[in-house]
């Protein structure tokens, strides 16, 4: 059992390039959300969605766009990264209130 | 929104007892607990549904007082392996999708 697989675990982007960070779960879970962890400001919100073709925005939205197709993936996209958006993301599932399980990690560094 | 936690940093000798401590402005529905090693992904360490409840994994247990819209962690005996950045989190209104997460307190035992 896989869990929760976050592709890729480092990427260095130039300003103004897009990319994609993938997440994908084989747990079934309804609930997925994207975080980013930078130091000193915890775990912050990007977006989160509660089932295939519903999203919604966190607290920290700007710059991200997601979508979610089907139960298992839920890829995050940056439509033309900034350095602000250097950051540790990570992508978490979760079958509603319970506990969210999290992927390992992308370390993303913007240059 | 964030809960807030206290304190943001805490060394302990091994054997000594710590008290972490959250609390929103905003009412608390439910409070997750987790635990994040350096350089790895937070994990799952308790969930608390409802006021008054309290809950204990090993020497580790939590409170939760929804009145006062706070939760703390308790440490019991600290052993080596408790070092880590500890985080809690609550969903944000009824929607148990979004969940959101305090700054972070990072625990350190030294021998």
């Known amino acids: 059992n896989a869990g929760v697989t976050q592709t890729p675990k480092f990427q260095v982007l130039k300003t103004g390039q897009s990319m994609t960070l993938q997440c994908a779960q084989d747990m079934n879970h309804e609930y997925m959300s994207w975080y980013r962890q930078d130091p000193g400001m915890g775990l912050r919100l990007i977006h989160y969605?509660?089932?295939?073709?519903?999203?919604d925005q966190g607290e920290v939205p700007n710059g991200y766009n997601v979508s979610r197709s089907t139960t298992e993936d839920f890829p995050l996209r940056l439509l033309s990264a900034a350095p602000s958006q250097t950051s540790v993301y990570f992508c978490a599932s979760s079958p509603g209130a319970g506990t969210a399980f999290f992927g390992q990690g992308t370390r993303l560094t913007v240059v | 929104q964030q809960p807030v936690q206290s304190p943001q940093a805490v060394i302990l000798r091994e054997g000594e007892d710590a008290v972490i401590n959250c609390s929103s402005s905003k009412a608390l529905y439910s409070v997750h607990w987790y635990r994040q090693k350096h350089g790895e992904a937070p994990v799952f360490l308790m969930i608390l549904l409802k006021g008054g409840e309290q809950k204990g994994h090993e020497k580790i247990s939590a409170s939760f007082n929804e009145k006062k819209q706070q939760s703390s962690l308790y440490l019991t005996a600290s052993q080596l392996s408790y070092s880590g950045t500890y985080f809690c989190g609550t969903p944000l209104g009824s929607n148990t999708g979004k969940l959101i997460f305090g700054q972070g307190t990072t625990l350190q035992v030294k021998p």
């Open positions: 969605s509660v089932g295939a073709g519903i999203t």
